[in-house]
């Protein structure tokens, strides 16, 4: 499908999450995985690192410390898509 499959949830305003959230965040990585895509979460809060560490989200969700190792994590995995290359 067209669009953008690829998505950093920067999180350096997010103070508290419920577990509505944590719901939006584990569905959309799902839909995105199932178009070839990704979502990776940038600029935890501990409080916020904490939440996603307890629900086991970091074991499948990558985590970067801001926003642009976050950019340059899925630009690199998408160079490596496009040339073939293995990660």
Do not use: W
């Not at 990585?29 to 178009?35: G, P, Q, S």
């Not at 160079?79 to 990660?87: I, L, N, T, W």
């Amino acid at each position: 499908s067209v669009g953008f499959h690829k998505i950093v949830f920067d999180c350096s305003r997010l103070v508290q999450i419920s577990s509505d959230g944590l719901r939006v965040i584990l569905n959309t990585f799902r839909d995105l995985k199932a178009l070839d895509g990704d979502l990776v979460v940038s600029s935890l809060s501990n409080q916020i690192e904490s939440a996603l560490k307890i629900t086991g989200m970091l074991k499948i969700i990558n985590s970067f410390e801001n926003v642009d190792t976050a950019v340059r994590y899925l630009e690199k995995q998408a160079d490596a898509a496009e040339y073939g290359d293995p990660q």
